[in-house]
């Protein structure tokens, strides 16, 4: 078993986001995460990379309490995508290079440049400023910027949620390739398409429990 | 230097010019009356303290009381930078590190190099200006880096998700904080002279000394500031940026 969530209670100061959360995940599933706003999707995605802990219960990578592993380490296998992501730096380059900068590498310029027109953007975007790009355009370089090294788990937060028609497919026919690739797959989404598609369905409930 | 002394009935004619602070608080309902009241009060009881004090570590001249001097002075500076630190998760070591390596290093530079003497009349009173200095940017930087965790969380959040750590996560919050400290003392560096004659130099001349020798004086001082600061902004930046993290590499903001 790839990912196991075992009893997971999240907790803010007094609110309970999310009770008893028992989830497996398998290498090579696709899953899809529903549920009504504030009942703790994006908090499941969020807890699973690591970016916060449970209140109660433990998460298992590859069997290993996840708190057992170096957080960075993890991080890199386990990639989460924002639903509004921030790009940073001034330009694109910037964005492309961070993931060869923070694992010690030389940049790959051919690889950026196959990422890129792979979500249908060509090499003169690597200049471009991030304010000159459009909502869909951002979301795709997002999207690259966690693919450039294949994870094992990809997380996805609503990241095609306001994008266009066009900047849907493109988005979503890279996450397929990278499913083909045996990427496991885990993403919330609230598209009727996307949801209609799905292999395996998860259902939050209003009060942070799985159905 | 007879023309130095002050006698107790000009300090207490001096007292009506705080009485114009009070007014204006007064008449302008700041509510600071009290603030005032306690800032004269402290200023005075610690001046004098501090006078005698000096007099009797001066006349001894002896090393170890002059290194016990410095290092109450910087664990004042240390305890005050650490106060104006935001952050829930503040650590008092960050600032006494910062200060004291700041302000060590730099005089023993000046005294390697001559420019001062190992005599506590001299050593203590650089050790403060050095300290002093250093409180302010580091309680600068403390504020940027407080604000720029806010204002750069999510960006923070998307590099740590992309599993860098977090000292690569925070490099442009570093960046800002440092700058944030170091500017006052850049730009003070810029105008000394033009706008204000600084308290080293302005002391001298009061001394009698010859302006072109004090100059001297006070361009080893802007020299010495910008070391110490720009050592004390570095120091407190890199560790008090940690504070901001659990076991976890996780973010923690309240």
Same mark, same amino acid.
Do not use: C, P
């Given at each position: 078993m790839l990912l196991n969530l075992k009893n997971v209670y999240y907790q803010t100061n007094s609110k309970i986001i999310l009770q008893d959360v028992n989830l497996k995940i398998n290498q090579g599933d696709w899953i899809t995460l529903i549920g009504p706003s504030g009942s703790g999707k994006s908090t499941i995605l969020k807890l699973i990379a690591n970016l916060i802990s449970p209140s109660r219960g433990t998460i298992f990578y590859q069997d290993k309490d996840i708190s057992s592993i170096a957080p960075a380490v993890y991080r890199r296998q386990v990639s989460y995508c924002f639903q509004q992501p921030t790009l940073f730096g001034k330009t694109v380059e910037d964005n492309l290079t961070f993931p060869f900068e923070l694992r010690k590498q030389e940049v790959d310029s051919q690889k950026i440049r196959q990422m890129l027109s792979l979500v249908d953007l060509d090499a003169s975007y690597l200049t471009k400023k991030k304010s000159e790009l459009s909502g869909g355009e951002k979301q795709r370089v997002a999207l690259i910027r966690n693919l450039l090294f294949k994870p094992k788990i990809l997380l996805l937060d609503e990241v095609t949620a306001g994008l266009d028609e066009d900047?849907?497919?493109?988005?979503n026919k890279l996450i397929s390739s990278?499913?083909?690739?045996?990427v496991t797959i885990l993403e919330v989404t609230h598209d009727k398409s996307e949801i209609s598609q799905a292999q395996h369905i998860v259902k939050l409930e209003k009060d942070g429990?799985?159905? | @230097?007879?023309?130095l002394a002050i006698s107790n009935w000009s300090l207490i004619f001096a007292f009506a010019l705080v009485l114009v602070? @009070?007014?204006i608080s007064f008449?302008?309902?700041?509510?600071?009356?009290k603030d005032i009241v306690i800032s004269v009060l402290r200023a005075v009881i610690q001046l004098a303290i501090v006078g005698y004090v000096l007099r009797f570590i001066l006349h001894v001249n002896n090393l170890i009381l002059t290194l016990i001097a410095t290092l109450i002075i910087i664990f004042n500076a240390s305890w005050n930078a650490n106060n104006r630190n935001p952050n829930k998760n503040r650590k008092l070591w960050n600032s006494i590190v910062a200060i004291l390596v700041g302000t060590y290093l730099t005089l023993a530079v000046l005294i390697l190099t001559k420019a001062i003497k190992p005599v506590p009349m001299q050593v203590i009173p650089i050790t403060g200006m050095i300290a002093g200095n250093e409180m302010v940017a580091i309680g600068l930087c403390y504020k940027a880096l407080d604000t720029s965790f806010h204002d750069l969380e999510q960006e923070v959040l998307e590099r740590l998700a992309l599993g860098s750590d977090i000292k690569l996560a925070c490099v442009p919050i570093l960046r800002r904080s440092i700058k944030t400290a170091m500017q006052p003392t850049i730009d003070s560096a810029k105008t000394v002279g033009l706008v204000n004659l600084p308290g080293m130099m302005s002391g001298l001349i009061f001394a009698g000394v010859n302006p072109v020798n004090a100059i001297k004086y006070q361009i080893m001082i802007t020299f010495m500031l910008l070391a110490a600061t720009s050592l004390g902004a570095v120091i407190s930046c890199y560790l008090a940026y940690r504070n901001y993290f659990n076991n976890e590499d996780q973010l923690v903001l309240y």
């Open positions: 900047s849907k497919h493109i988005v990278y499913f083909k690739r045996n429990s799985l159905k | @230097m007879n023309n602070a @009070m007014g008449k302008e309902k700041l509510g600071l009356t």
